[in-house]
Every structure is written in structure tokens, then in C-alpha cells.
């Protein structure tokens, strides 16, 4: 009834109501409003705000409302003024014709640092690959951490060899050494094994 009289005095139509309000009227009369603003709003944009298709105006800032943006909000075609400041907004924002024709697009989303699109500072490219050179950078690391160890190992080995190669006294001393343990484990191996068995026998 307001809407009628406004509209037959000259004067766009404007609505304050809740969200559900809005888009339930819409969807099952499609009432003529040209200026809709929700208050108290909270939880997520409902897909069905796209039915709105005569609004020109809407405000749904300083609400709780979270989630994305829905698609069907770029299907209002009729829409000139967009407001969604501070709320709990995520996501990427829609890139539909009529939404690209708002005026100072990083108004219309401030207060929302979960957003990212073209039209705001924070590119949602650039927050979806911030992982990646973090993982390959520690696969890298991971890499190196064993290549080291077996160059290492490598580099052990054939600095002993060439040591035993050109001193000849050391590699006698230690074929020697080895000799001797070999003599001395094999004794004890014989003499347990000779005990073990008068035991038992």
C-alpha cells in the first residue's frame, strides 16, 4: 500500500525490512520495489535475491550476514546502488555485466576482508596459490637435506680408499688390525661354542 501511494506521488518506493522479507516477497509476487534495505539480516545471501529483478537500490550493510555472494545477485538488471559494507562476507565476488557498472566497487564491499575479486585490493589468484611455494619450498628442502647426507657418505668412503691406496704402511696396519680381531672373535666364538657343548653333553 505504501508503495502504491509513493509511487503514484512520483517517488521511488522504498521498503526496510529483514532479508527473508525481501526476496520471500519477491519470489511469490514480485513486487515492485525500487529501494530495499534489510536490517537485523544475518546467515547467508539467499540464491533467491536474484528475483528481486526491479530493485535499483540495496543496502544490506552493518548486518551479520556470511557465506558468498550469490551468482543471482548480477541478474538484477535494474540495479544502480549496491551496498554490503561490513558484514562477514567470503569469498570470490561475482563478476556479472550489471554488478561490473556500480560505482566505486571497493565501497560497496568494505568491511568484508574475506572478499576477493578484481574489483577490491586483494586478488583471489594471489590468495589461492599463497600455499604452493610454501609446500616447494619444503619439498626442496627435503631434497637438499638428502642429497647432502649422500654426497657425504660418498666423499667418506673414497677419502678412505684413497688414503689406504697411497699410504701403504696404514693399509698394511689396518688389514692387520683387522686380521687380528677376526683371530681374536673367531677364539671366542670357539671357546664359547666348546664350553656350551661339554655342558650339555
Not at 558484514?87 to 561475482?94: A, D, F, M, Q, S
Not at 619439498?139 to 657425504?152: A, H, K, P, Y
Not at 698394511?172 to 688390525?177: C, E, G, I, M
Request: hydrophobic content about 35%; overall charge positive; some cysteine.
Amino acid at each position: 500500500m505504501e508503495a502504491s501511494e509513493a509511487t503514484r506521488r512520483g517517488r521511488r518506493p522504498f521498503v526496510s525490512l529483514s532479508l527473508e522479507e525481501a526476496y520471500g516477497g519477491a519470489t511469490s509476487s514480485r513486487r515492485t520495489v525500487s529501494d530495499c534495505k534489510a536490517i537485523w539480516a544475518s546467515g547467508k545471501i539467499p540464491e533467491k535475491i536474484g528475483a528481486l529483478v526491479q530493485v535499483e537500490s540495496l543496502d544490506l550493510s552493518h548486518n551479520e550476514l556470511s557465506g558468498e555472494i550469490p551468482s543471482s545477485l548480477s541478474a538484477l538488471t535494474s540495479l544502480s546502488r549496491l551496498n554490503l559494507s561490513y558484514n562477514r562476507l567470503t569469498g570470490e565476488v561475482p563478476s556479472g555485466n550489471q554488478l561490473q557498472t556500480l560505482e566505486d566497487p571497493a565501497y560497496i564491499y568494505i568491511g568484508n576482508p574475506g572478499l576477493c575479486g578484481p574489483s577490491l585490493l586483494r586478488k583471489c589468484s594471489q590468495a589461492k596459490t599463497i600455499p604452493a611455494p610454501r609446500e616447494h619450498h619444503d619439498d626442496s628442502r627435503d631434497v637438499s637435506f638428502f642429497l647432502s647426507i649422500g654426497c657425504g657418505y660418498v666423499m667418506g668412503l673414497w677419502s678412505i680408499f684413497c688414503t689406504f691406496l697411497f699410504k701403504r704402511k696404514w693399509r698394511v696396519n689396518w688389514f692387520t688390525l683387522c686380521d687380528s680381531l677376526y683371530d681374536w672373535v673367531y677364539v671366542q666364538v670357539a671357546v664359547t661354542w666348546a664350553s656350551w657343548t661339554r655342558k650339555n653333553g
